[in-house]
């Protein structure tokens, strides 16, 4: 079977769309405006450095939430792009068993989107849904060089980015699991949670937090509390936002 995220072409992958915005792929089409690859976004900026997709986008994580520092928005804006790579790789895997290959240079991703992330593929290699496959494609391909993109320019905390990705595992999980007990595939939901289990097990996933079944509690904080109107997330370290904290736990 071609593997393809693409529901109008290919019935077989119908059930991504209902999971939600998180699970779909775009495809391009030739009215499409040119757009960055997320090995680009990754990559060292430009000459000039305000041309780079993941400083834009950061800029209008920033604008948009009112956020007092650009880390902050940084932090929210990789979590963004980890949910969306997370959430395609376990819908595929756990419902079909093979996943597509999401190498950076055939995502191009669209910077001034609004959540999720718009990402569109341009070109389809279908891959095994083996954690190993998974791991190497998201972790290896793209949530490694993003830590380390964010790290350098906007100094964000090793461990808490990596903590991002945990959380942005355990959500794209839960709502699988949630979908397909609700729509009688018992088999998909076993199979994500089994998937999900195993990647935790990754070297830099392991220390992120604990998982319990779907539900799972973090060791770091992704520092939205310090959003203006903000406040901590469900799986937060936190119990309630510090008062004054210059610095969140790492992780």
């Keep these: 079977m071609v593997l393809l995220l693409f529901v109008d072409l290919d019935p077989d992958l ?10 779909v792929l775009h495809a391009p089409g030739a009215a499409l405006r ?17 041309g780079s997709p993941l400083v834009f986008r950061v800029r209008k994580v920033t604008n948009a939430l009112r956020a007092p520092e650009l880390r902050i928005a940084a932090s929210v804006a990789q979590q963004g792009i980890a949910a969306r790579l997370w959430s395609v790789t376990l819908g595929c895997a756990a419902l079909h068993g093979r996943v597509p290959d999401l ?21 389809v290699r279908p891959l095994p849904g083996d954690p190993d496959t998974v791991a190497e494609i998201v972790v290896n391909g793209h949530l490694a060089p993003l830590t380390a993109a964010l790290h350098t320019r906007y100094r964000v905390a090793t461990g808490l980015l990596w ?5 942005a595992l355990a959500g794209a999980a839960r709502q699988l699991d949630q979908w397909a007990r609700a729509n009688g595939r018992t088999d998909a939901a076993a199979r994500g949670r089994a998937l999900t289990t195993e990647l935790f097990t990754h070297p830099l996933l392991a220390g992120t ?5 779907t539900a799972f509690r973090r060791r770091s904080c992704c520092l939205y509390y310090r959003v203006p109107g903000g406040g901590v997330c469900g799986d937060c370290c936190f119990t309630r936002a510090p008062r004054s904290s210059p610095r969140a736990p790492s992780g």
Aim: charged share 25%; glycine share 12%; hydrophobic share 35%.
């Design 103 to 123: 190498d950076p240079r055939l995502l191009r991703w669209d910077p001034d989107g609004s959540a999720p992330d718009d990402l569109w593929l341009t070109e």
């Design 34 to 50: 040119p757009l960055p690859t997320l090995a680009e976004a990754y990559g060292e900026p430009a000459s000039d450095p305000e």
């Design 209 to 213: 937090g604990t998982l319990t079944e």
């Design 163 to 167: 903590g991002n990705a945990g959380s």
């Design 14 to 23: 119908a059930a991504l769309r209902p999971l939600g915005g998180f699970f």
